[in-house]
């Protein structure tokens, strides 16, 4: 949307402001890779992928720009079926104080393979890979991973 579309709404100036200082985020290069280990025999998989943060609007409160401390986030992992926790892990990304940027950062998640490959589903199956925030409600992603 741009501003135009917004203004027609006809929501108040400051509401404009916060939604579009609302940063939004990714994931991308999602890869999943399978070992085995050869000391136990159990098979591992590896999520890796890249969680970026964009902002292109400066938030102001008052006459002083809001300070920004960070965005806190829950990257889980599961199974499409019995929708089993494979893995999960607390994600911590900074603007380095910046108003307006990007950043990003890459994040490692190490699951059961034997266990996410039975509850997958047909034909080598999807894992499901869920991004929550923990700073901004109902602004979750989730993405569909193959495990070819």
Not at 43 to 63: E, H, M, P
Not at 86 to 98: A, K, P, R
């Amino acid at each position: 949307m741009n501003d135009n579309d917004l203004k027609s709404l006809g929501l108040p100036i400051r509401t404009l402001t916060e939604i579009k200082a609302t940063p939004t985020y990714t994931a991308e290069n999602i890869s999943v890779e399978f070992k085995t280990d050869k000391t136990t025999g159990k098979n591992q998989g590896t999520a890796t992928f890249d969680l970026v943060v964009s902002r292109t609007t400066t938030i102001r409160k008052g006459n002083r720009k809001y300070s920004n401390d960070g965005y806190s986030f829950v990257v889980a992992l599961g199974t499409m079926q019995n929708g089993f926790l494979l893995s999960h892990n607390n994600v911590m990304l900074s603007l380095n104080g910046q108003n307006k940027g990007t950043a990003s950062r890459s994040v490692v998640l190490q699951f059961d393979w034997t266990l996410a490959n039975s509850c997958a589903g047909a034909n080598g199956g999807h894992i499901v890979l869920r991004v929550l925030s923990n700073s901004f409600r109902g602004v979750d992603i989730e993405y569909f991973v193959p495990l070819k």
